[in-house]
Nanobody, 128 residues
Framework: QLQLVESGGGLVQPGGSLRLSCAAPGFTLDYVSIVWFRQASGKEREGVSCISASDGSTYYSDSVKGRFTISRDNAKNTVYLQMNSLKPEDTAVYYC?????????????????????WGKGTLVTVSL
């Protein structure tokens, strides 16, 4: 059973940085694609970034492009989301989700309905 554990959220001032981690203890992520979703209060969940299992290709939504970077360390069974130049509108609960096999990152983030496993989320608050 694949379990995903997010960490790294917290309170940060506008313009600051955070690095989120998505760990899969005891499970290799070599053949798993990971998507970072976020859900702000009163809003729909959106996929902001993903990394494919096959070739490591990545996708970023327009709202985070140029500020966020997704990466994976298969040796540590962990995927990271480095978030820089944070804005108040980045405030949300961030979830990582896994899907076995490759994803076509050129088509954007997969729908949340298509993901196989989810973490419980980590809260990011960007505020003075």
């Amino acid at each position: 059973q694949l379990q995903l554990v997010e960490s790294g959220g917290g309170l940060v001032q506008p313009g600051g940085s955070l690095r989120l981690s998505c760990a899969a203890p005891g499970f290799t992520l070599d053949y798993v694609s990971i998507v970072w979703f976020r859900q702000a209060s009163g809003k729909e969940r959106e996929g902001v970034s993903c990394i494919s299992a096959s070739d490591g290709s990545t996708y970023y939504s327009d709202s985070v492009k140029g500020r966020f970077t997704i990466s994976r360390d298969n040796a540590k069974n962990t995927v990271y989301l480095q978030m820089n130049s944070l804005k108040p509108e980045d405030t949300a609960v961030y979830y990582c989700a896994a899907k076995f096999g490759a994803i076509m990152t050129e088509k954007g983030a997969p729908s949340s309905d298509g993901m196989d496993y989810w973490g419980k989320g980590t809260l990011v608050t960007v505020s003075l």
